[in-house]
C-alpha cells in the first residue's frame, strides 16, 4: 500500500496564492509519475497537473494552465503544487496520486491521499 499524505490546504481570499504538498513513499517516491486532482461538491473529479518521475515532463489542465505550478523533490519525497491568482471557482478538496508506468496525462493514477480541502473567499 502507497501511503500519500496531502498537506497546505486552508482558507484563502480571491487572488491569492497557495501551496499544496504532498508526502510520498520514503525510498520508491522517485518511481512514481505524481498527479493532482480535485472535487468541488457535486462535481465530477478534475485532473489538473502530473509530473513525471524524474520532473522532466508535466502536464496541466486548461483550466489552470499558467496559474498552478507541479514540482517535485526526489530528494525529500514530496510532490507540490503552488496555486496562483486563486479563485472561487477553485475551492474543493485537493487529492495527490501517484502511479508507475504509462502517459502522466492518462488521469489513470493508482494510489490516493485522502485529500486537502481548499476554500477560496470571494
Known amino acids: 500500500q502507497v501511503q500519500l499524505r496531502e498537506s497546505g490546504g486552508g482558507l484563502v481570499q480571491a487572488g491569492g496564492s497557495l501551496r499544496l504538498s504532498c508526502a510520498g513513499p520514503?525510498?520508491?517516491?522517485?518511481?512514481?509519475?505524481m498527479a493532482w486532482f480535485r472535487q468541488a461538491p457535486e462535481k465530477e473529479r478534475e485532473f489538473l497537473a502530473a509530473?513525471?518521475?524524474?520532473?522532466?515532463?508535466?502536464y496541466y489542465a486548461d483550466s489552470v494552465k499558467g496559474r498552478f505550478t507541479i514540482s517535485r523533490d526526489n530528494v525529500e519525497n514530496k510532490a507540490d503544487l503552488q496555486m496562483n491568482s486563486l479563485k472561487s471557482e477553485d475551492t474543493a478538496v485537493y487529492y495527490c496520486?501517484?502511479?508507475?508506468?504509462?502517459?502522466?496525462?492518462?488521469?489513470?493514477?493508482?494510489?490516493w491521499g485522502q485529500g486537502t480541502q481548499v476554500t477560496v473567499s470571494a
Open positions: 496520486a501517484a502511479k508507475i508506468g504509462g502517459p502522466i496525462s492518462d488521469p489513470l493514477y493508482d494510489h
Open positions: 520514503g525510498r520508491t517516491f522517485s518511481s512514481y509519475a
Open positions: 509530473i513525471s518521475w524524474s520532473g522532466g515532463r508535466t
